[in-house]
């Protein structure tokens, strides 16, 4: 490709971890200035937390090609099919050019694209790994796709790297949610939205499987943000969060990819979209604001202004803390559905006092930080249900909140509104 020659061979892992090598491995790394270097740090934590893990309890492991480079080699000589003596029938076109042996002796196989599967493969196919899954066993005679690249000089090689990493463009927070098969979280998500009931559920029909006149869903999964004009409902990236604080209430943390590593059980992941189906329908049902929307969609994006009744409702962020303000009062022993009932009696107009500088700027952007959901939700929890909240709790809200709005900066600490 370009001027650059490449060769593209199948390398099992227990032959490729024995003969590569990462860049820090070179015998003169250490001694190479910034202009000389051309590869990452090695990021261990997340080779033992997610790779690891990965390889050895999926079954339908898979990676893509990794690069290695071939540095300083005494010999690097590929030979043909055709060379070694091979005629093919016609119909295989250039085959016996393009295919043969490539041989490589001396010097170093450098992981210049995928160290870090590299570095994982090693750990679990070595002799004692402490790696432990039920495909372990079966990593070793993995075959890989590598591509072998002849080090030529250090400014094409970090050009490389850098072309190859930069143009990696990673998956959006939507795209992961609509694409992932592993993670509960995501998948019950989908399952909300979705116009097909899942398979023994006793909710009906998915509570957000909604949609405007035009036939359009009022859920925006293609962007995790709603704009100002924006007639959506809500964003799949804040249906997601809501899930969370819905197994969150129910007991049920780390139910994503990255503790989990496989799909969860079907019997799982029922239970756990039950529990947000009636979470949602209850939203849907009980918040006077939700059932305007779905009568008159086309009006949400009015109803979202800054100065709007209930603008807070609109938006993504603010739903997200409403949905844990009910795990909070979940919690504290009230029904989802009467928490709704009475958080839905809030104020929730956006340009409020109580909610500029906690959950919203005074210019109308939104704080979209897990520390303004947090304090949102105790706040509008507190609000709901006083009743309910003890009173170490009342008494820390109303210390983080006026710290929030610039207490002692600005005078005695205010009292919660």
Request: include cysteine; proline fraction near 6%.
């Amino acid at each position: 490709m370009g001027s650059t020659e490449y060769y593209q061979a199948s390398v099992t892992a227990r032959d490729l971890a024995s003969v590569a090598i990462t860049a820090g491995e070179l015998p003169s790394w250490g001694q190479w200035t910034l202009m000389e270097r051309f590869q990452r740090d090695l990021a261990t934590k997340r080779i033992q937390a997610e790779i690891v893990p990965y390889l050895v309890r999926t079954r339908d492991r898979f990676f893509g090609s990794l690069i290695v480079l071939v540095f300083e080699p005494d010999v690097f000589e590929f030979t043909s099919l055709r060379e070694q003596g091979f005629e093919p029938p016609a119909a295989y076109g250039d085959l016996a050019d393009r295919s043969g042996a490539l041989v490589v002796s001396g010097g170093s196989l450098v992981a210049l694209d995928g160290q870090h599967r590299l570095v994982a493969l090693r750990e679990v196919v070595k002799d004692g790994s402490s790696a432990r899954g039920p495909y372990r066993d079966g990593v070793a005679s993995d075959e890989l796709c590598v591509v072998f690249i002849k080090h030529e000089s250090l400014e094409k090689t970090r050009r490389i790297f850098n072309k190859v990493n930069r143009h990696a463009r990673p998956t959006g927070p939507s795209d992961n949610i609509i694409t992932n098969e592993d993670d509960g979280y995501c998948i019950v998500a989908r399952w909300l939205v979705e116009p097909d009931i899942p398979e023994g559920s006793r909710q009906g029909k998915p509570p957000l499987a909604v949609q405007d006149p035009r036939g359009e869903s009022l859920v925006q999964w293609r962007s995790a943000q709603l704009q100002q004009t924006d007639n959506h409902l809500t964003t799949l990236q804040a249906i997601h969060d809501t899930v969370i604080a819905v197994m969150d209430a129910h007991g049920v943390r780390n139910f994503d990819e990255k503790h989990t590593v496989n799909r969860p059980s079907d019997e799982k992941l029922l239970e756990a979209y039950e529990w947000a189906a009636e979470w949602w329908h209850y939203a849907l049902e009980c918040v006077p604001a939700y059932e305007k929307a779905l009568a008159a969609p086309w009006r949400i994006s009015e109803w979202r202004q800054y100065r709007s009744p209930n603008s807070l409702l609109f938006r993504p962020v603010a739903q997200v803390a409403l949905f844990r303000a009910v795990e909070i009062l979940h919690r504290r022993g009230l029904h989802p559905r009467e928490a709704f009932e009475r958080l839905a009696g809030l104020t929730w107009q956006a340009s409020h006092p109580q909610w500029v500088d906690t959950i919203v700027r005074s210019n109308g952007r939104m704080i979209a930080t897990g520390g303004a959901i947090n304090l949102t939700a105790r706040l509008a929890a507190y609000q709901a249900a006083p009743e309910l909240c003890p009173s170490h709790a009342r008494d820390q809200l109303r210390r983080d909140y006026a710290t929030e709005r610039g207490w002692p900066g600005r005078g005695p600490m205010e009292d919660l509104p």
